[in-house]
């Protein structure tokens, strides 16, 4: 349907214009869109806000927390931490909870810190858990999971033996499994009903089998994985053998009153993985057993089909609303749909349209646990949609830590940091600097009741942020500006732009404290210059300040977003570039999910790329590195212009002025150049401290 369309309703073609404003931004080097530009009038969001029956429960709206991993757990049990998260959400208005995986049996550790649900010592901890989403309205299942060959790591660093269909490799995780015999697969679907037995014990209202992302019930279902000779193979029906057997077992161990949901990928988006059609025709044959069945996209077994597993900002908003409309049409019980449903505008869509019945917005709960409250109150443009930026969310997973949100660090931190104490000593508080540290101390020290002056030196807010939106296909980066603005209005502060603090602007304006949060510069590392080379630096090619040549190279120090962001611009715009990388390869800094998609599109653009790579000087065409771990010298030649991606430095002379005169607190960048995380992180805590 298109927005012109007079089949459209006048919510929809509201909604619509509002998702064509900026679904996938493409590449213009202009300045990103802003979340609080797009159309002022809000959509009714009657059908996100309609209740929705499944058995006896009764979900308040159609929004859901999709069972994401947390790494929170302690002794693979809930705990503490895990209750407050979800306390946060189930306040903020969600209808749904999905809780994170829970391993049905001990071949099921694919983390370390995974759930279990394998004894009853687990049944107290889901008891709170459940308690306390219910004390919200909200209802909750849990994930019951099997990863099959899936296996990330282990507790002791020693490799598991892990099982499958049949001795398949996995390609991420170069893991060769055994295959199960029959006995094993017997045990594995008792622990599915064992499992689900204990979650209903502790009130749980209901589970979602994991059958997505190329896990072991998909492992069985996919024919190029499953090659065994036995009855779970040959016909779909013998491959969804295993799965009807978990349902079926599920059913028995629990009663009529409990959910039973199904979570497979539409498409596993892998040349191995699961097709539409193979997918749609399994679910099909099982939905007369299921409650609901819960698409997505991507598979845990390949680098390519695991970027889909959490998309980044790069793939463009609601970008399953199509297959999950194509699924609906051809099913009997209630689909759900996530991935990259960021805003609420965007699932009144899905939802107005037919195309689903529940929207997961997971990360959109991440980053503002407060979003469904926010819409179903008229506060829509309050809401702080999530970048899919997964810097602190899956970021974090990835590290084995807890998870948490760039932009709302209170994330995995609810212990920490709960609610907002109005202070008992009311200050005048001078912020230097309007990036996204500036801003964000600004914002909480205004909201405990501070009178807060924000100075920003140029005429416009965000910081680095501003040059960060610039690089191809993270135009929506920009997003953490303007929530942080956004958030600054409600909470009173006053911003004076074009005023740089120094240390005659404090002398007159007295304040109590000042937060200096004045950021970084491009840092010019010392090297060899024997010639009169062209030799510029990231910002300058960002802001279009320079005139560059044909041949580039980018030496990349850091390893992030910048460098290869830099090379795929530059190519774009007709130069030939070779990108040099210090580490062992490009991206290696980024959230893997963002690495890998990047790395797939520096590899559709052929942009050759030197690992190992220290910049060491350069003559009149010809840049000289070493590499890093021979020594050895590794020479461009023919180039016209060096461009420089090696860090920042602090800007930090306010701190040495204000010495003696007043109290004031460093923050961001300019106490050490990191990134956007830190940053609005010691925002949050300069702040909550004072
Ligand atoms: C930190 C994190 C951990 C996740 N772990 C799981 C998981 O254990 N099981 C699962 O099925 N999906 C997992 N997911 C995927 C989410 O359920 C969801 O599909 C994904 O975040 C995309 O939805 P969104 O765009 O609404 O965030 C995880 C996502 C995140 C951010
Ligand atoms: S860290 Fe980034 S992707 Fe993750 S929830 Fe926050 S804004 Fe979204």
């Not at 390949?302 to 970008?319: D, K």
């Not at 120090?557 to 070779?578: F, K, N, T, Y």
């Not at 991206?587 to 030197?610: C, F, M, S």
């Not at 923050?667 to 609005?680: F, H, M, N, S, V």
């Amino acid at each position: 349907m298109d927005v012109n369309d007079d089949a459209c309703c006048q919510d929809e073609r509201v909604a619509l214009k509002f998702i064509a404003s900026k679904l996938a931004p493409a590449y213009t080097g202009q300045p990103a869109w802003s979340i609080r530009t797009m159309p002022t009038s809000t959509p009714a969001f009657a059908h996100l806000f309609e209740p929705l029956q499944i058995r006896g429960k009764r979900l308040k709206n159609r929004i859901m927390s999709s069972g994401h991993d947390t790494s929170m757990p302690t002794d693979n049990l809930v705990n503490e931490q895990l209750i407050a998260y979800h306390r946060a959400r189930a306040e903020g208005g969600v209808g749904l909870i999905v809780l994170q995986v829970a391993g049905v049996h001990d071949s099921a550790r694919y983390t370390s810190h995974v759930l279990m649900a394998t004894d009853d010592a687990c049944i107290e901890g889901y008891r709170k858990l459940a308690q306390t989403c219910h004390a919200h309205g909200t209802v909750v299942l849990s994930q019951v999971f099997h990863p099959g060959r899936e296996i990330m790591e282990s507790s002791d660093g020693l490799l598991a033996v892990a099982y499958s269909a049949s001795t398949v490799p996995n390609e991420r995780f170069r893991v060769m499994p055994r295959a199960l015999d029959q006995a094993m697969i017997d045990e594995i679907v008792a622990g599915y009903a064992a499992a689900a037995r204990r979650l209903h014990q502790a009130g749980i209202d209901g589970v979602e089998v994991v059958a997505s992302h190329g896990y072991l019930p998909a492992q069985f279902i996919n024919p190029r994985v499953n090659r065994r000779t036995d009855g779970y193979n040959g016909e779909l029906d013998q491959r969804l053998r295993f799965l009807r057997e978990i349902i079926a077992a599920i059913r028995e161990a629990t009663d009529e009153q409990f959910i039973i949901g199904l979570r497979i990928c539409a498409d596993e988006r892998d040349p191995q993985g699961l097709t539409e059609d193979e997918s749609l025709a399994a679910v099909k044959r099982l939905q007369s057993q299921l409650d609901y069945v819960h698409i997505v996209a991507g598979t845990s077994a390949s680098l390519g089909g695991a970027v889909h597993i959490v998309p980044p900002m790069a793939i463009e908003a609601a970008y399953l609303a199509k297959e999950a409309g194509t699924f609906k049409a051809s099913l009997n019980i209630p689909l759900f749909v996530t991935g990259r449903i960021n805003q609420p505008q965007e699932a009144e869509l899905i939802l107005a349209r037919g195309q689903a019945d529940m929207c997961g917005m997971t990360r959109a709960l991440i980053c503002d646990p407060q979003m469904p409250n926010k819409t179903d109150t008229g506060r829509a443009e309050d809401v702080r949609a999530c970048i899919a930026c997964n810097q602190a969310c899956i970021g974090h997973f990835h590290k084995g830590l807890p998870i948490s949100c760039i932009q709302h660090p209170e994330t995995g931190r609810e212990l920490i940091f709960s609610e907002r104490k109005p202070t008992p000593h009311r200050k005048r508080i001078m912020i230097a600097g309007g990036g996204p540290a500036g801003m964000k101390a600004a914002a909480v020290a205004a909201q405990r009741g501070h009178e807060v002056t924000l100075y920003e030196a140029s005429s416009q807010l965000g910081g680095q942020v501003l040059l960060a939106q610039l690089l191809p296909r993270r135009s929506e980066f920009g997003g953490a500006s303007t929530n942080l603005q956004r958030e600054m209005e409600l909470a009173g502060v006053r911003v004076i732009r074009n005023t740089r603090v120094d240390r005659a602007l404090v002398e007159r304006e007295k304040p109590d404290l000042v937060i200096v949060a004045t950021g970084a510069e491009p840092y010019w590392p010392a090297f060899e210059r024997g010639g009169e080379l062209q030799v510029v630096d990231a910002w300058q090619v960002l802001r279009d300040e320079v005139q560059i040549g044909r041949s580039v190279v980018v030496v990349d120090w850091r390893c992030d977003w910048i460098g290869p962001g830099i090379a795929e611009r530059l190519v774009r715009a007709g130069h030939q570039v070779q990108l040099a990388v210090n580490g062992t390869h490009c991206g290696e800094n980024l959230p893997l999910y963002v690495r890998d998609q990047l790395a797939g599109e520096l590899h559709k653009l052929a942009v050759p790329i030197t690992p190992y790579a220290r910049l060491y000087g350069c003559d009149d065409n010809t840049v000289y590195l070493q590499h890093t771990a021979s020594g050895e010298p590794m020479l461009m030649e023919n180039i016209d212009t060096l461009v420089l991606c090696q860090g920042h430095q602090p800007v930090d002379t306010l701190g040495d002025e204000l010495q003696g005169l007043v109290e004031f607190r460093r923050i961001g960048d300019c106490l050490a150049p990191r990134t956007a995380e830190e940053a609005i992180y010691e925002g949050l805590k300069v702040a909550w401290e004072l």
